[in-house]
């Protein structure tokens, strides 16, 4: 059973910046994807940022240029540095990860990020 657990969101202000993480339990073996989706209040879920095994990230164009999707394989652990936010970016952020073949996703419980003044 895979379990992730994402930490570092909060309240910022427009401009600031946020990193989040995410632990992931298990190996790193048929694991193909890594990253993190938000969601707003009456919006569609968005995938944010993903990183594959080769380490190649894939952005939303909404998110180019001021978030860096990152991982460290050796602990388990990927991270979304968020640069220059704005309020548009509230939303609960989700780290999730797909396994095996064919893929199995799973996602963690959440972490709240909120850009106001």
């Known amino acids: 059973q895979v379990q992730l657990v994402e930490s570092g969101g909060g309240l910022v202000q427009p401009g600031g910046s946020l990193r989040l993480s995410c632990a992931v339990s298990?190996?790193?073996?048929?694991?193909?994807?890594m990253g993190w989706y938000r969601q707003s209040p009456g919006k569609q879920r968005e995938l944010v940022a993903t990183i594959i095994r080769d380490g190649s990230p894939n952005y939303a164009d909404s998110v180019k240029g001021r978030f860096t999707i990152s991982r460290d394989s050796a602990k388990n652990m990927v991270y979304l540095q968020m640069n220059s936010l704005k309020p548009g970016d509230t939303a609960v952020y989700y780290c999730y990860t797909s396994v095996g073949w064919p893929p199995t996703h799973y996602w963690g419980q959440g972490t709240q990020v909120t850009v106001s003044s």
């Open positions: 298990g190996s790193i073996i048929n694991r193909f994807a």
